[in-house]
């Protein structure tokens, strides 16, 4: 059996029913931790092939397609099911979201697709491999603590023991049909920044009887921007910002408090430490120095993705192979963080990129946009691809 072809001819044959599966899911899109509906499709359709299903982190679904020899390797191939708090825009499309304020704004539903058709295309070929493949289907991708860490807790990554995992994700700059890799740091881990500066409100018309946190706040922004301008080694990628500033005060109303909100992000766990530290040390000094107080909280959120160097290397060229060398891109570094970085601390991982672009259908759009949509065509090449690369590793 040529496999290749095999799962290319497949993967076109099944690509109708991954379109209209693929559609059931974006129309009911269900938030982090709230993937009832969606963790009961996936069992269905896995069932249906035979294989038995397993509850982690109470969403989670898990099971495992075992070839001759099942425990001679086993290569974990995992996909988010968890939608977005976001409007989808009404542009005439008939699979709109049905559930107003929540929308597969990210591709979850993709990746949730391709990985039920790759289980369908391993299950009919499961004879002609050894080892087995765990299938992961991860909750709360979008929210902290992220559902990689709690199913890891429950111990996804044994029985049997994985021994690596492989992750796509689909990515709107990429044209259809082509994909990207990138060994080594790729993203960055991510924390949530929350601040309260407390000062004296009154009257605008007399500061002088007032400690302004709204001034104060200003300050200590800009202040804090020394973390990654100057403290930080410009050779470690740093990122700080702020997205959130209420001072519900008015044109002449001085408020009492000021809340901030902000992200930081790096490449690098040790300095990662340091400028928690260092963010308080400025914030405490420049708040405290103009009367006021500060109240700051870090939420340690993701670590960063490390795609392992020789197995991403590895998983490249076959995707040469499978998709022809012009149709893979090596991929920069990502600021943007993903919970499957907790998988690539655990164990050798791979995270690489589908490409959804096809300016013919409009599918340009950014991630978490309310306008995102995917060129469904990406499907054949999300099962088929993520299939080919399992038996790849598999077979090394």
Known sequence: MDIKNHIQQRAGQI?????????????NPELSFQEYETAALVEKELQSMGLQTQRLANTGVVAVIEGKNPAKKVVGLRADMD???????????????????VMHACGHDVHTTSLLGAARLLNEIKDSFEGSVKLVFQPGEE??????????????????????????????????????????????STDEIYIKVIGKGGHGAMPHFNIDPVLISAHMIVALQQVVSRAANPAIPSVLSFGKVIAAGATNVIPNEVIIEGTFRTLDENWRSQAHEKMLQIAKGVVEGMGGQVEFDIRRG???????ESLTQHLQAEAKHYLG????????????????????????????????????????????????DVDEDA??????????????????
């Open 83 to 101: 939608a977005l708090p976001i409007v989808e825009v009404n542009d005439g499309r008939t699979y709109r979201s049905k559930k107003e304020g």
């Open 302 to 308: 993701y670590p960063f993705l490390k795609n392992h």
């Open 143 to 188: 929210k902290l603590p992220g559902g990689a860490s709690l199913m890891i807790a429950d111990g996804v990554l044994n029985n049997p023991k994985v021994d690596v995992m492989i992750g796509q994700h689909v990515m709107p700059g990429i044209e259809t049909g082509k994909t990207g890799f990138r060994p080594g740091l790729y993203m960055a």
């Open 379 to 396: 499907l054949e090449q999300g099962c088929g691809l993520l299939a080919y690369l399992a038996l790849s590793e598999l077979n090394r």
């Open 15 to 27: 690509l109708p029913e991954l379109i209209r599966l693929r559609r059931h899911i974006h129309e």
């Open 325 to 372: 060398e012009q149709n893979v891109e090596d991929l920069g570094i990502w600021m943007a963080a993903e919970d499957f970085s907790y998988f690539s601390q655990a164990v050798p991982s791979c995270f690489y990129r589908l490409g959804t672009k096809n300016e013919a259908k409009n599918t340009g759009f950014s991630v978490h946009h309310p306008s995102f």
